[in-house]
């Protein structure tokens, strides 16, 4: 398996690179913003509460709802504003983009709440009327070319649907995987594991919609199986993209080189259980792959072919094909955090 290649020459290229790199610091101006959606399209949980109640239940018990107070108050959250010189947490764009939510208030952009409802399901205006419209009828007597039509509707404003587990998952990672070189290595910011299946299957949890909120089930076995996958292969990209960002040899770096390598072994091992065209194909860019600083064209090229051949998987298997790989899918022991039952 060339994977290993892949691996060796990902720290022989980084320690190659440092010395060049060492000079070209990063300013927190020049970082792209992932996260948080624009502030405009935003209307705020409060709004999708109105018909989602229970949805807003959970969430108000997750670390998401409770970063907005607690990120503020946090000793740990000073030690890093110390260090980047910034003075405070709820005005800085940077810990915006990630722990908050912003919406405009009085005609400027405000946060308004912790990681919420549009952070994952995307800005709501566009599309908040007509995904709960049944078309001006009633969800018995809409047809179901009317109800197609009303999500392609919602799905084009900018609404991200749970069955949409590509950019859903994008999403968790464009926080999570915390692509920002100087946050790292001169803020010392932590470093979040992260995996889709046990990730959205505990505190997250709320499924609590389809059931009326009798219970909140977990996701079905199928849709566990595709998260798994997914969840690699989105990882991966979203570490390439990471790496491609790096220009110092420091701890960002390297934590993200060695990210992407673990990445790149367990969607190996998903790829040899599945053997299937789209796996084969992601690996096939897996291959090309050389770590080093600087490389931002190359492995953004890289990283967009890995992200083509997970939507085509999405598109392509409902996961009852998938049996394959459920010996590798975590457990409940395994959940981050108690789910609300
Ligand atoms: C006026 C009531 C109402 C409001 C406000 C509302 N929703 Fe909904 N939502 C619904 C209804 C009704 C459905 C189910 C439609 C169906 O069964 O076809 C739904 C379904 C959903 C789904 C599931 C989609 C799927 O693919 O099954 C999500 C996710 C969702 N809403 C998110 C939101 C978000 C986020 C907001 C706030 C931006 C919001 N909703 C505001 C009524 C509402
Ligand atoms: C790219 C996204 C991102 C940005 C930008 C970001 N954070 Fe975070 N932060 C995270 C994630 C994700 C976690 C959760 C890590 C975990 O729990 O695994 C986190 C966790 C933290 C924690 C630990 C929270 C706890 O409860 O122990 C602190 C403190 C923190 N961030 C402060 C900040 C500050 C201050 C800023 C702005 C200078 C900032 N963060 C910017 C994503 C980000
Ligand atoms: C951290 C990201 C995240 C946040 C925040 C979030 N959701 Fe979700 N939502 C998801 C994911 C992921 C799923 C699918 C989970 C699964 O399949 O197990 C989902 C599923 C749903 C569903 C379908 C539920 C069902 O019964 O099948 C609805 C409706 C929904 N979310 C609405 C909301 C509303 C309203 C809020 C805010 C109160 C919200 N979500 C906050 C990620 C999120
Ligand atoms: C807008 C950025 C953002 C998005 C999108 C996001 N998260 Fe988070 N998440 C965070 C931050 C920041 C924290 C840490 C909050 C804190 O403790 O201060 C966090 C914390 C968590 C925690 C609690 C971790 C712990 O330490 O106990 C879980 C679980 C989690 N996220 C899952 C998810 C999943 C699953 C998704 C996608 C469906 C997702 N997140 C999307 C930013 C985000």
Redesign the pocket.
């Known amino acids: 398996m060339r994977v290993s290649k892949f691996l060796e020459s990902a720290a022989r290229s980084l320690a190659v690179r440092a010395i060049a790199a060492l000079v070209m610091l990063v300013g927190l101006s020049s970082v792209t913003l992932a996260g948080e959606p624009p502030p405009q399209n935003v209307v705020g949980?409060t709004a999708?509460?109105e018909?989602?109640k229970n949805?807003?239940v959970?969430?108000e018990k997750?670390h998401?709802f409770t970063t907005f107070h607690d990120l503020p108050r946090a000793t740990k959250a000073d030690d890093i504003t110390k260090k980047l010189g910034i003075k405070r947490i709820k005005a800085e764009p940077l810990c915006l983009s990630c722990h908050f939510t912003q919406a405009i208030k009085d005609g400027e952009p405000q946060p308004v709440a912790g990681?919420?409802?549009?952070?994952?399901?995307g800005p709501g205006a566009p599309y908040m009327k007509v995904h709960s419209s049944f078309s001006g009828k009633k969800k018995e007597t809409e047809s179901p070319a009317e109800r197609d039509k009303r999500w392609a509707d919602s799905v084009a404003g900018g609404m991200i649907r749970?069955a949409m587990?590509y950019e859903?998952a994008k999403?968790?990672y464009s926080c999570h995987i915390v692509p920002q070189e100087k946050l790292i290595n001169v803020g010392g910011h932590p470093l979040s594991p992260f995996e889709l299946v046990s990730w959205?299957?505990g505190e997250?949890?709320?499924?609590?919609?389809?059931?009326g909120g009798k219970s909140n089930p977990?996701?079905t076995q199928n849709?566990k199986r595709k998260?798994y996958v997914v969840g690699a292969a989105v990882e991966l990209e979203e570490s390439l993209r990471a790496v491609g960002k790096a220009t110092q040899n420091a701890t960002y770096a390297t934590t993200m080189a060695q990210r992407a390598q673990a990445d790149a072994q367990r969607l190996n091992a998903i790829s040899q259980a599945l053997k299937l065209p789209e796996t084969d194909e992601m690996m096939k860019s897996v291959r090309a792959v050389h770590l080093r600083l600087n490389n931002d064209a190359e492995l953004s090229g890289l990283a967009d072919a890995i992200g083509n051949a997970t939507k085509q998987f999405v598109t392509n298997y409902d996961g009852s094909t998938l049996g394959a790989i459920d010996s590798m899918i975590p457990g409940p022991d395994q959940y981050k955090g108690k789910a609300l039952e």
Not at 204 to 211: E, F
Request: aromatic share 8%; proline share 5%.
């Open positions: 949980p999708c509460a018909c989602h949805e807003a959970v969430w997750t998401h990681i919420s409802c549009e952070s994952c399901h749970p587990l859903l999403n968790c959205t299957q997250i949890r709320h499924n609590v919609w389809y059931t977990e996701a849709v998260m």
